[in-house]
């Protein structure tokens, strides 16, 4: 499985992005989902993560109330809708697959990742 992660760019602080995640090629992406993201010098941190249906969703405590994460099965997307952004929100972010149970909060359960996609805030 082949992800793309895109919608990053350079947002002042309280604006908001929008970023999509999706497979390339006819990849179906039939499996929870998960944004992680990290920043110059740290680990890779959880962000947000949805079950395959849609209908569980699991957040960071640092985003939570600010960022949403959704989906479109019929078209094969995740997405993290950020609002509210903080300098602290910089870093690459990155979609990843979960194709088995596990915690939806650590990156050893992921078994994909995109690319990444840079979020920049300026304060």
């Known amino acids: 499985v082949q992800l793309q992660a895109c919608g990053g760019g350079l947002v002042q602080a309280g604006g908001s992005l929008r970023l999509s995640c999706a497979p390339s090629?006819?990849?179906?992406?039939?499996?929870?989902m998960g944004w992680f993201r990290q920043a110059p010098g740290k680990e890779r941190e959880f962000v947000a993560g949805?079950?395959?249906?849609?209908?569980?969703?699991y957040y960071a405590d640092s985003v939570k109330g600010r960022f949403t994460i959704s989906r479109d099965n019929a078209n094969d997307t995740v997405y993290l809708q950020m609002n509210s952004l903080k300098p602290e929100d910089t870093a690459v972010y990155y979609c990843?697959?979960?194709?088995?149970?596990?915690?939806?909060?650590?990156?050893?359960?992921?078994?994909?990742w995109g690319q990444g996609t840079q979020v920049t805030v300026s304060s």
């Open positions: 990843a697959t979960k194709m088995y149970s596990g915690s939806y909060y650590s990156a050893n359960e992921y078994d994909y």
């Open positions: 090629g006819r990849t179906r992406i039939n499996y929870a």
């Open positions: 949805i079950s395959w249906s849609g209908s569980s969703t």
